[in-house]
């Protein structure tokens, strides 16, 4: 069955305003072909979870587009703008509108909650006032359900409050873009699924769009607008959870069963 044929029609309308379009992407280490001729565009207010088994190269995909990995061929535009072709200061201004979720979460251990947002706004920007920093916080905080926890340590938040915070210092830059490397893993299905609704309500709230890499299909269901199945280094289906849920190809039940 010819799945791009069959599935290639999203809950989202492709008629919405593209912010990341990927064309051609080739990349590999030496024999290694990661990505070979991929392709995808994710629309404003989207949400695209990019599906594949250990080693398909998400996380290189990932890397390709904040500009962390440099491809052999093809285009990243993000924007509009080619990100390979990007000098540091133009990276620099796209990075604070192209949010990452790590899913180590990656929060400075000497540093309080408070002190790991008020860091990622006074990086990227210089000319933000103390009463600013402190009402941006406070939203950051209150948006993950977290208001009491800005004088507590990194070590004193359990998984699903670090991984709260972390969302909160991503959304505090209010970006028009968020990538998620696998947001709920590790942590227990609960939990997992309150962070699915966080990232459905901020991305709702703020009207970002979003790439998401997960292994984790209630991940997948309960946020995914599109579902890109990332196969031999290529866009192998592209479709809405429900229609892929259906599929008879054997390489999309694979991740369904
Ligand atoms: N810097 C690098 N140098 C050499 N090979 C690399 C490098 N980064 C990634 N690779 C290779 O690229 C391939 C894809 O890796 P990637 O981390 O993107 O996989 P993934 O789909 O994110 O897997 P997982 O779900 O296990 O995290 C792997 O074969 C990996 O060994």
Redesign the pocket.
């Known amino acids: 069955m010819d799945m791009k044929t069959a599935v290639n029609t999203s809950k989202t309308s492709s008629k919405k305003e593209p912010v990341i379009v990927i064309e051609n992407l080739c990349k590999a280490?030496g024999d290694?072909v990661?990505l070979d001729d991929f392709n995808l565009t994710v629309h404003k207010d989207e949400n695209v979870v990019v599906l594949?088994?250990?080693?398909?190269?998400?996380?290189?995909?990932i890397k390709c587009i904040i500009g962390l990995?440099k491809p052999d061929s093809g285009s990243i535009l993000v924007f509009g703008d080619n990100v390979a072709e990007l000098n540091h200061e133009e990276l620099d201004r796209i990075r604070t509108k192209v949010g990452f979720l790590f899913q180590s979460n990656a929060l400075y251990d000497s540093m309080t909650v408070r002190e790991n947002l008020e860091f990622s706004l006074r990086r990227h920007w210089i000319e933000v006032t103390q009463h600013d920093i402190d009402n941006l916080v406070k939203e950051a905080l209150e948006n993950v359900g977290l208001p009491h926890t800005a004088d507590m340590m990194p070590a004193e938040l359990s998984g699903g409050m670090a991984k709260r915070i972390a969302l909160a210092r991503t959304m505090i830059l209010k970006p028009e873009i968020i990538l998620y490397d696998?947001p709920t893993t590790g942590l227990d299905p609960v939990t997992a699924r309150e962070i699915d609704k966080l990232i459905v309500k901020l991305q709702k709230k703020y009207k970002a769009s979003s790439i998401i890499?997960s292994?984790d299909m209630n991940c997948v269901k309960n946020t995914a607008d599109r579902v890109v199945l990332?196969l031999d280094g290529k866009c192998y289906t592209d479709g809405a959870y429900e229609e892929l849920l259906v599929s008879a190809d054997k390489n999309v039940k694979q991740f369904f069963e």
């Open positions: 280490f290694n990661v594949g088994k250990s080693g398909a190269g998400k996380s290189v995909l990995m696998e890499i292994h990332l």
